[in-house]
């Protein structure tokens, strides 16, 4: 992840275009920092072409008087001019296709501890990191540059293109690098007085608040080598004077002054924060202290990077490699919406594209394409497919579910036998399941039972059963069943395989199916008899109860829930059924959707988070057709009157539609794959229900002694913690985990993943702790997630029984 020092300032020169004058701009730069008598890093990571053309000897040979100072650095040389993913494939004595081509990780990890060994060297510095043609010139592995070095988001300058059409290319090379989150805080270009091409971007980027500084061009080169070289030390000795003064001193004070506004701002950032903002499932009585506040300074991928305030150095000629900026790997997925990790470059393309075309348009009795393709594929073949028949869009989960209860209690009202009567119309309820959760708008708060989620104006209305639940306890796969029930079935049952437990068709014929249909029927005759209120609706969160604790439930008992509140001999009018799949659809769980899984459409379901890969909001709901005629007529009043001002806006529509192509190009993968595998009983099938995380990591925690259980699918992989019952208050899972925030090896902090080289920022739910990968997280970061947990917990579970 990214660096940052308080004693040695760096910058990454990216050019508009090739042969713009990078190294010449760089070697100004460089001589500048050095002659304010500083050490003086530079570093080409990649170098191609014949080694006496070689950027890093131009730099050291140029460095002017106090070259001393100056060390210089390339790490990937190759001799063939080209492109560095040709010139790695071309490599000398190396039989074509037979060539080792480092990885975008190996690259990084190369820079990055460069980069720590410069910090390790001096009290204070400069570090200059020159790249290789323009912005999107590829990288050894063919990557370009400008997303290959994103991960590590150095401060950069941009070197302008001086020549015919350089305008161009450098508002396009400028623009390349926002869209990717690049902190720019120069562009620097030559001052060619035919094209003057400095005037005019000058005024470009000033009236964007960029500073844009020119140097005059170097003189001709000549083919008297001696010659030459003595034009180009005058040259540089003419426009890096020794008076401290003139242009390219006036950059490197800019540069300086930029890392210390930055640093200044990173500082003060947790105070500001706790004067002016209300952060939302937060007891501020416990955020003790400006240490409590986790300042995200950027983040990839799976990770964040994470400010932490470091003490000034004790003295002035005090080093240390010890970055500011720290990875914490993102446990739970910044709140179950991140699908393929942060700052993924085609989401903020396709979010730049629709905000370029369209910006927000209104959207009733219009349509744009960005929302019509999105709601044909979730329509006709996503969730929705076979039978769905309209998306109803919204900007977040809660809302969505708002929308869906409307849905459902309309088409009841109209179709209740016998007719309801105004007062029965606002006094319907719904079914659900206790721990049950839907938001935190007061009508999806009113369709669950209430908890330490409601607030003043909570109204319960309904009824909800206490689900059996689904977990791995001692290493058995066990479906333990509530005590209401224990009088007709045993209270814990044991599968061999998640493929055994999630076969809801070849359950339903079991005893226990048999079980929970009696012990339903029966409970809800007696509620009908009991009250006057009428159900209408079933809501459920498919498989997992998300923000009740991450409690899986068995399917079976769903789907037989699902069955009986459609039997005509109980329900008069059968109920509308509601999937609330905001936290597991879209492959959250490994499944696109719970539907096939239990083999019961519903009428209405729900969608969000993952859906725009966690980029912005957004939401739809799925209804059948039955549902939408409900609505149908010639009256307004009979319309569905619920909209947002930003309803099926255009930006998260097309992020949408972007992300589920990304996701179904995951879905044939290799990773998927093998981690499929892994959960079947059968070495050479793929499990259809299955976890990304480790079986045997899951076998393993399940057998520690402060462990009640644990459970995976998917993403998902949860550890409940014995001995406290005091539900969503208790700090048990908080407290035990808490190391596990710290990076272990501070020698290595900002490493891009070297072994124990990051933080886990992870989320609780009382005695409940959880983690998430997203859709594309390596085996290898999951694996390292997984050992840091074990190696924190059974350290824990060792004290206790000490």
């Given at each position: 992840m990214s660096h940052l020092y308080r004693h040695l300032r760096i910058h990454q020169v990216f050019g508009a275009n090739t042969d713009v004058g990078k190294t010449i701009i760089t070697t100004a730069l460089v001589r500048a920092s050095a002659l304010k008598n500083s050490a003086v890093f530079y570093l080409k990571p990649i170098s191609t072409g014949p080694l006496h053309d070689a950027d890093d000897a131009h730099i050291k040979r140029f460095a002017g008087p106090n070259q001393s100072l100056v060390e210089t650095r390339c790490l990937f040389r190759y001799d063939e001019p080209v492109s560095p993913h040709l010139a790695v494939k071309m490599a000398s004595g190396a039989p074509k296709n037979a060539v080792s081509v480092p990885s975008d990780r190996t690259f990084l990890n190369s820079v990055a501890q460069y980069i720590r060994s410069c910090a390790r060297k001096c009290p204070a510095g400069h570090i200059y990191i020159e790249t290789a043609g323009g912005v999107h010139s590829p990288t050894l592995s063919g990557t370009t540059q400008v997303d290959s070095y994103r991960p590590l988001l150095?401060?950069?300058?941009?070197?302008?293109?001086?020549?015919?059409?350089?305008?161009?290319?450098?508002?396009?090379?400028?623009?390349?690098?926002?869209?990717?989150?690049?902190?720019?805080?120069?562009?620097?270009?030559?001052?060619?007085?035919?094209?003057?091409?400095?005037?005019?971007?000058?005024?470009?980027?000033?009236?964007?608040?960029?500073?844009?500084?020119?140097?005059?061009?170097?003189?001709?080169?000549?083919?008297?080598?001696?010659?030459?070289?003595?034009?180009?030390?005058?040259?540089?000795?003419?426009?890096?004077?020794?008076?401290?003064?003139?242009?390219?001193?006036?950059?490197?004070?800019?540069?300086?002054?930029?890392?210390?506004?930055?640093?200044?701002?990173?500082?003060?950032?947790?105070?500001?924060?706790?004067?002016?903002?209300?952060?939302?499932?937060?007891?501020?009585?416990?955020?003790?202290?400006?240490?409590?506040?986790?300042?995200?300074?950027?983040?990839?991928?799976?990770?964040?990077?994470?400010?932490?305030?470091?003490?000034?150095?004790?003295?002035?000629?005090?080093?240390?490699?010890?970055?500011?900026?720290?990875?914490?790997?993102?446990?739970?997925?910044?709140?179950?919406?991140?699908?393929l990790g942060h700052s993924t470059p085609s989401l903020a393309l396709a979010a730049a594209s629709a905000a370029g075309r369209y910006g927000h348009v209104i959207f009733p009795e219009a349509t744009h394409l960005p929302a019509l393709k999105l709601a044909e594929r979730l329509v006709k073949d996503g969730p929705g497919k076979g039978w769905a028949s309209r998306a109803f869009f919204s900007d977040n989960g809660s809302t969505g579910t708002e929308v869906a209860l409307k849905m459902a209690l309309r088409a009841f009202s109209i179709k209740a036998v016998p007719a309801l009567t105004p007062v029965e119309r606002k006094n319907l309820g719904v079914v659900g399941l206790k721990g049950s959760y839907h938001g935190d708008t007061i009508g999806a708060m009113d369709a669950t039972k209430k908890s330490i989620y409601s607030c003043e104006w909570h109204q319960p209305k309904g009824f909800w059963f206490e689900p059996p639940t689904v977990s791995i306890k001692r290493g058995k796969l066990v479906v333990s069943v509530p005590n209401p029930m224990f009088t007709s079935v045993a209270s814990t049952h044991h599968f061999d395989t998640l493929d055994a437990l999630y076969d809801v068709e070849g359950r339903l014929s079991s005893p226990l199916?048999?079980?929970?249909?009696?012990?339903?029927?029966?409970?809800?005759?007696?509620?009908?008899?009991?009250?006057?209120?009428?159900?209408?609706?079933?809501?459920?969160?498919?498989?997992?109860?998300?923000?009740?604790?991450?409690?899986?439930?068995?399917?079976?008992?769903?789907?037989?829930?699902?069955?009986?509140?459609?039997?005509?001999?109980?329900?008069?009018?059968?109920?509308?059924?509601?999937?609330?799949?905001?936290?597991?659809?879209?492959?959250?769980?490994?499944?696109?959707?719970?539907?096939?899984?239990?083999?019961?459409?519903?009428?209405?379901?729900?969608?969000?988070?993952?859906?725009?890969?966690?980029?912005?909001?957004?939401?739809?709901?799925?209804?059948?057709?039955?549902?939408?005629?409900?609505?149908?007529?010639?009256?307004?009043?009979?319309?569905?009157?619920?909209?947002?001002?930003?309803?099926?806006?255009?930006?998260?529509?097309?992020?949408?539609?972007?992300?589920?192509?990304?996701?179904?190009?995951?879905?044939?993968?290799?990773?998927?794959?093998?981690?499929?595998?892994?959960?079947?009983?059968?070495?050479?099938?793929?499990?259809?229900?299955?976890?990304?995380?480790?079986?045997?990591?899951?076998?393993?925690?399940?057998?520690?002694?402060?462990?009640?259980?644990?459970?995976?699918?998917?993403?998902?992989?949860?550890?409940?913690?014995?001995?406290d019952n005091t539900g969503y208050a208790s700090h048990c899972a908080r407290k035990l985990l808490q190391s596990i925030k710290d990076v272990v090896n501070h020698g290595s902090r900002s490493s891009t993943l070297a072994s124990d080289s990051f933080g886990i920022h992870f989320r609780t739910l009382g005695n409940t702790a959880y983690f998430m990968t997203s859709l594309n997280t390596s085996r290898e970061i999951i694996e390292e997630v997984e050992n840091r947990i074990w190696a924190t917990l059974n350290t824990q579970n060792k004290g206790l029984l000490q």
């Open positions: 150095f401060p950069t300058i941009l070197v302008g293109d001086s020549k015919l059409g350089g305008i161009s290319s450098t508002i396009s090379s400028y623009e390349s690098l926002l869209l990717r989150g690049y902190i720019v805080d120069a562009v620097i270009l030559f001052r060619d007085h035919y094209y003057r091409n400095y005037e005019y971007l000058s005024s470009y980027f000033t009236a964007r608040g960029l500073r844009v500084l020119s140097v005059d061009p170097p003189p001709p080169r000549l083919d008297n080598h001696a010659k030459n070289a003595e034009n180009t030390e005058a040259y540089y000795a003419k426009i890096v004077s020794g008076g401290l003064d003139g242009d390219i001193f006036e950059a490197v004070r800019h540069l300086d002054d930029c890392h210390t506004r930055r640093i200044e701002e990173l500082d003060t950032m947790p105070r500001r924060t706790l004067d002016t903002v209300w952060w939302p499932f937060v007891q501020h009585g416990l955020v003790n202290s400006e240490t409590d506040v986790t300042v995200i300074d950027s983040a990839w991928g799976d990770f964040f990077s994470v400010y932490e305030r470091a003490p000034e150095p004790p003295s002035e000629t005090a080093s240390s490699d010890n970055s500011l900026l720290s990875p914490q790997f993102d446990s739970s997925a910044s709140w179950w919406t991140q699908g199916a048999e079980a929970y249909r009696l012990f339903m029927r029966q409970t809800l005759q007696t509620f009908n008899r009991s009250n006057e209120q009428r159900l209408a609706a079933l809501m459920l969160e498919p498989i997992v109860m998300g923000a009740g604790g991450m409690i899986f439930v068995d399917p079976l008992f769903q789907r037989v829930l699902v069955d009986i509140v459609r039997d005509p001999s109980l329900f008069s009018t059968p109920l509308l059924v509601i999937y609330d799949e905001v936290f597991t659809g879209f492959y959250r769980l490994g499944l696109e959707s719970a539907i096939p899984l239990l083999g019961a459409n519903p009428d209405i379901s729900v969608y969000a988070k993952i859906l725009t890969g966690g980029t912005l909001p957004l939401a739809v709901t799925l209804t059948s057709d039955r549902v939408f005629q409900a609505f149908y007529s010639q009256s307004k009043a009979d319309a569905l009157l619920h909209g947002h001002s930003y309803t099926a806006h255009p930006i998260g529509c097309q992020v949408a539609n972007e992300t589920l192509d990304l996701i179904s190009g995951l879905l044939q993968k290799e990773p998927w794959k093998a981690a499929q595998a892994k959960w079947s009983a059968d070495a050479k099938s793929r499990s259809t229900i299955w976890s990304f995380w480790d079986p045997s990591f899951a076998q393993a925690m399940s057998h520690l002694d402060i462990v009640e259980e644990v459970m995976t699918l998917g993403t998902v992989f949860t550890v409940k913690f014995n001995g």
